[in-house]
C-alpha cells in the first residue's frame, strides 16, 4: 500500500491505493493556514491507511519545490507554515517509509500521459490554466527535467514596450498575466465561472492557442492536454485556441488539443508514477 498527498492551496488530498494497485477514494480537506501541516499530512494518511504499513508516500506539492531536498520553498497563497516543509522528515520518517515528491503540474502531466487523455502519445505537454498557469512534459513516459521546472506561465506573448500587463513574476504580458483565473478577474472583472462575455472568452481561447504555437514549435509535442479551473469553461474558448494554432503553426500534421480526462485527484495518480516499480 502507498500513501499519495496532494498539497492545494485552498485543500489537500489524500489516499492510498488500494486492490490493483490505484488509488482508492480521496479523503479532502481544506488547507491549514496556521499549525504543524507535516502532522496534518500525516494524521489525514492516518485516516486513510486505517493501521495499515506503508510502503512509500508519494506527494504532489506545489512550486516552488526544492527537487533535490524534497522541500517546499515558498508556495504563493500557502501560509509560512509551509514554507520549508521537510517532506522526508515529516512524513518519510513518521510512517517509516521513503518519500517520493513532485510539483504539481509535473505530476499531472505524468497523470494525463499515463492514464489520461495524452495516453498512446509519445510527447505530452499538460498545460494547467487555475489561478495560475504552469505546465509538464512527458516523454517516453517520463518527466522532461531541465535545470529549473518549466514556467510555461511565463513565456512573454504580448512584451512590456507593447503595452502588455503586468505579471507578479515582475514582468510583463506573461501567459499567466493574460489567460490565468487571477488574470481573467483583474482583466474581466469576474471570476471565470461567473464571466460570460464571449469575446473575453475568445481572447483568452487566442493567447492560450499562442501558448500552443510556441509550445509545439520548441518540443514537436504529439498532444497538448489542458486541465485546471479554467478549463471548466472549455467550451467557450477552444474553438478559438483551435483556430489560432491552425492560423499560426506551420508545422504538420498539427498537435492533438485535448482536454484533460482525469478529475480532482489527478495529481495523486500522477505522483502515483513516482513510485519505483509502479
Given at each position: 500500500?502507498?500513501?499519495?498527498?496532494?498539497?492545494?492551496?485552498?485543500?489537500?488530498?489524500?489516499?492510498?491505493?488500494?486492490?490493483?494497485?490505484?488509488?482508492?477514494?480521496?479523503?479532502?480537506?481544506?488547507?491549514?493556514?496556521s499549525?504543524?501541516?507535516?502532522?496534518?499530512?500525516?494524521?489525514?494518511?492516518?485516516?486513510?491507511?486505517?493501521?495499515?504499513?506503508?510502503?512509500?508516500?508519494?506527494?504532489?506539492?506545489?512550486?516552488?519545490?526544492?527537487?533535490?531536498?524534497?522541500?517546499?520553498?515558498?508556495?504563493?497563497?500557502l501560509?509560512?507554515?509551509?514554507?520549508?516543509?521537510?517532506l522526508?522528515a515529516?512524513?518519510?520518517?513518521?510512517?517509516?517509509?521513503?518519500?517520493?515528491?513532485?510539483n504539481?503540474?509535473?505530476?499531472?502531466?505524468l497523470?494525463?500521459?499515463?492514464?489520461?487523455?495524452?495516453?498512446?502519445?509519445?510527447?505530452?505537454?499538460?498545460y494547467t490554466?487555475?489561478?495560475?498557469?504552469?505546465?509538464?512534459?512527458?516523454?517516453?513516459?517520463?518527466?522532461v527535467?531541465?535545470?529549473h521546472?518549466?514556467?510555461?506561465?511565463?513565456?512573454?506573448?504580448?512584451?512590456?514596450?507593447?503595452?502588455?500587463?503586468?505579471?507578479?513574476?515582475?514582468?510583463?504580458?506573461?501567459l499567466?498575466?493574460l489567460?490565468?483565473?487571477?488574470?481573467?478577474?483583474?482583466?474581466?472583472?469576474?471570476?471565470?465561472?461567473?464571466?460570460?462575455?464571449?469575446?473575453?472568452?475568445?481572447?483568452?481561447g487566442r493567447?492560450?492557442?499562442?501558448?500552443?504555437?510556441?509550445?509545439?514549435?520548441?518540443?514537436d509535442?504529439?498532444?497538448?492536454?489542458?486541465?485546471?479551473?479554467?478549463?471548466?469553461?472549455?467550451?467557450?474558448?477552444?474553438?478559438?485556441?483551435r483556430?489560432?494554432?491552425?492560423?499560426?503553426?506551420f508545422?504538420q500534421?498539427?498537435?492533438e488539443?485535448?482536454?484533460?480526462?482525469?478529475?480532482?485527484?489527478?495529481?495523486?495518480?500522477?505522483?502515483?508514477?513516482?513510485?519505483?516499480?509502479?
Amino acid at each position: 500500500m502507498n500513501g499519495l498527498v496532494d498539497i492545494g492551496g485552498t485543500k489537500c488530498l489524500v489516499s492510498v491505493t488500494g486492490d490493483g494497485g490505484l488509488p482508492g477514494p480521496p479523503l479532502v480537506r481544506p488547507t491549514p493556514t496556521s499549525g504543524d501541516p507535516g502532522d496534518f499530512l500525516a494524521r489525514m494518511l492516518d485516516e486513510v491507511r486505517d493501521g495499515a504499513q506503508l510502503a512509500a508516500v508519494a506527494v504532489s506539492t506545489p512550486g516552488p519545490f526544492d527537487r533535490g531536498r524534497r522541500r517546499l520553498l515558498n508556495p504563493p497563497g500557502l501560509s509560512k507554515a509551509w514554507h520549508g516543509l521537510d517532506l522526508p522528515a515529516t512524513l518519510g520518517e513518521r510512517f517509516g517509509c521513503p518519500v517520493f515528491a513532485e510539483n504539481d503540474a509535473n505530476c499531472a502531466a505524468l497523470a494525463e500521459a499515463r492514464f489520461g487523455a495524452g495516453r498512446g502519445f509519445r510527447t505530452v505537454v499538460y498545460y494547467t490554466v487555475s489561478t495560475g498557469i504552469g505546465a509538464g512534459v512527458v516523454r517516453d513516459g517520463n518527466l522532461v527535467i531541465a535545470r529549473h521546472d518549466t514556467e510555461a506561465g511565463h513565456q512573454v506573448l504580448w512584451p512590456a514596450h507593447l503595452g502588455g500587463p503586468s505579471c507578479h513574476c515582475g514582468g510583463h504580458g506573461c501567459l499567466e498575466a493574460l489567460a490565468s483565473g487571477n488574470a481573467i478577474r483583474r482583466r474581466f472583472g469576474k471570476p471565470a465561472e461567473e464571466l460570460d462575455d464571449p469575446s473575453a472568452w475568445a481572447e483568452v481561447g487566442r493567447w492560450l492557442g499562442l501558448a500552443v504555437v510556441n509550445t509545439v514549435a520548441l518540443l514537436d509535442c504529439d498532444v497538448v492536454v489542458f486541465g485546471g479551473g479554467v478549463i471548466n469553461a472549455w467550451e467557450r474558448f477552444d474553438q478559438e485556441l483551435r483556430r489560432t494554432v491552425r492560423e499560426s503553426l506551420f508545422l504538420q500534421p498539427l498537435p492533438e488539443i485535448r482536454e484533460a480526462e482525469l478529475g480532482v485527484d489527478r495529481n495523486a495518480w500522477g505522483a502515483l508514477t513516482l513510485v519505483p516499480g509502479v
